[in-house]
């Protein structure tokens, strides 16, 4: 498989604060990762490092083999590498169809190659996600759960190689989350890649395939959500100082 995405000995401070501290992983075309760890480990701010929105204080990003670290998230964005937001942002005055037409723009070329029309290409995407009834409603009008559907929809408007999601189960109900859920498992069965930072554990662990930890900024394990279940330092950081194996 070929490596889409590394990350080499990333620092981020702000101020005298270290918020990510020597983060070093990659991740492999096709696959499905979970970024996981305790509020405040730096989840976010490094998904804002990746694309573009923070730049880093030392260190190195790499995607499809191309030093992006001083990349705007625009060109990442037409390089195939597109982030969502826990918190929905949509153009709340446009359609549903038109919030997943905008994203186009930023990779009309790929369009093309699809070999569909403009319309047959958004209502593909909509479909995909479950709102092709909704496209000619106003995005300000959709329940919550439906505006996590439409922040992958609009994500997958640039046609992306690569997808980090910010806490997409943020907010839903459980119902919600495994209508989600299989939404995202088919963008995985098509060949998108996926990083997806997650607070509903138990969740996020039935959908992906390699989980990466973060505590107070350091990458503390990486490996499959078996043995991220059993990682004694994993469970000590979520658990506290306290923990110990006669207490599990």
Do not use: C
């Not at 992906?208 to 499959?224: P, S, T």
């Amino acid at each position: 498989m070929a490596q889409f995405l590394e990350v080499k000995n990333i620092y981020k401070n702000f101020g005298k604060l270290a918020a990510l501290s020597d983060i070093s992983f990659s991740v492999q075309e096709g696959e499905l990762v979970g970024l996981i760890g305790p509020n405040g480990a730096g989840k976010t701010t490094l998904f804002n490092v990746i694309t573009g929105f923070y730049r880093a204080s030392s260190g190195q990003i790499f995607f499809k083999d191309q030093e992006v670290s001083q990349a705007a998230p625009n060109k990442l964005a037409e390089m195939g590498l597109v982030r969502t937001f826990q918190i929905p942002r949509p153009f709340r005055e446009l359609t549903v169809h038109d919030n997943v037409a905008v994203g186009t723009l930023f990779n009309p070329e790929r369009m093309h190659r699809t070999h569909l029309s403009p319309t047959e290409f958004v209502e593909k995407i909509l479909e995909g996600v479950k709102l092709l009834p909704q496209k000619g409603q106003l995005a300000g009008n959709l329940g919550y759960g439906n505006l996590k559907k439409l922040e992958v929809g609009r994500a997958q408007g640039p046609l992306p190689d690569l997808l980090l999601l910010d806490e997409p189960f943020a907010g839903l109900t459980l119902i919600e989350i495994e209508s989600l859920s299989e939404i995202l498992k088919g963008l995985a069965a098509q060949g998108l890649t996926l990083v997806i930072v997650e607070h509903k554990l138990k969740e996020l662990m039935k959908l992906v395939k390699r989980v990466i930890v973060l505590h107070y900024g350091k990458k503390i394990a990486d490996g499959n959500p078996e043995e991220i279940a059993r990682n004694e330092q994993v469970l000590k950081a979520y658990l506290g100082r306290r923990w110990s194996k006669p207490n599990a």
